[in-house]
């Protein structure tokens, strides 16, 4: 906007013409204030919104890790039983065999 090499045919025009440009200017810098104030009051806002969201993560994260914790010991709980349960089914049948021989052994006799 500014020329250099503007020549003024009085005074007072040189003196409106810096009025104006200064003018304009100050408006330039008040709108930049302006828009900077915006940004950093929705840069505020955003930032809190983000630490809220991180915050909600981290508790889901440790509620899921808690959960998993439970879960697998659920799991190896599970686990000894069927073992158990495993021996005790081999145990019967190991005992229902022995019955049937014992049977047909007292059959013979």
């Not at 915006?38 to 993560?57: C, D, H, M, P, V």
């Amino acid at each position: 906007m500014e020329d250099p090499g503007k020549t003024f045919s009085s005074e007072e025009e040189a003196a409106n013409y810096w009025k104006d440009l200064a003018m304009t200017y100050k408006q330039r810098a008040e709108n930049t204030q302006e828009e900077l104030r915006e940004f950093q009051e929705g840069s505020r806002e955003y930032e809190a919104e983000l630490e809220t969201q991180l915050q909600q993560i981290e508790t889901r994260n440790r509620d899921l890790l808690s959960e998993n914790n439970r879960l697998r010991m659920e799991l190896e709980t599970i686990k000894v039983q069927r073992t158990s349960f495993e021996s005790l089914c081999w145990w019967r049948s190991s005992l229902t065999s022995s019955s049937e021989n014992l049977n047909l052994n007292l059959g013979e006799v």
